[in-house]
């Protein structure tokens, strides 16, 4: 079973997950809400989720990311 439902901890910054949870842009890693806005700042972000969509548009949903 994949572990992203049942983590309780942000495997970014080890904190908790019960305001809500999401996939990194740049990895695999299930990330806390205040992770992820931070990652948006990042000058990379928009390149990372633009991979993202192309990989998905070619059929592939285990893409590991720009930094997976």
Sequence with gaps: MDSF???KQ??????SLDA???MS???E??????CSEKEKSDPE????????IAEIRKG????KGLRG
Excluded: M
């Design 5 to 7: 439902f049942t983590r």
């Design 10 to 15: 942000c495997e970014c910054c080890g904190g």
């Design 20 to 22: 809500g949870r999401i």
């Design 25 to 27: 842009a740049f990895s």
């Design 29 to 34: 890693q299930c990330i806390c809400i205040l």
């Design 45 to 52: 972000y928009k390149r990372a989720v633009d991979a993202d």
């Design 60 to 63: 592939n949903y285990n893409y």
